[in-house]
């Protein structure tokens, strides 16, 4: 057999790349309707759309985030502590979401 080594991605290792879902989750997947799924799942690309948002008009200066088809509205020079502080931004979102949804879990 030949073992390939597998490359970080995203400097996580493959170990930390797994999801792991529990029994109980799976049945409330499973008995939660289509529909509501779909719902939640809107409103949470919503969500996330409106936190993107904020984060590239507080950080990068940038208007909004929809094309608008021209060079001028659509590229933007942003400094390298702009893009720093936005990722950095988005990771301390990201982070809180992961906290609230394991609270949320144990609760």
Known sequence: MIRRKIKPALG??????????TKTQVEEHEMTPTRTRKASASKAAQQLDQLLAQIAQE?????????????????????????????????????????????????
């Open 59 to 107: 950080h990068l200066f940038i208007e909004t985030l929809e094309t608008r088809n021209h060079d001028r509205l659509d590229f933007h020079d942003v400094g390298v502590w702009c893009v720093k502080s936005a990722l950095m931004a988005a990771y301390q979102a990201g982070l809180a979401a992961g906290q609230n949804a394991a609270a949320n879990q144990t609760a």
């Open 12 to 21: 996580f290792t493959p170990e930390q790349r797994v999801h792991v879902i």
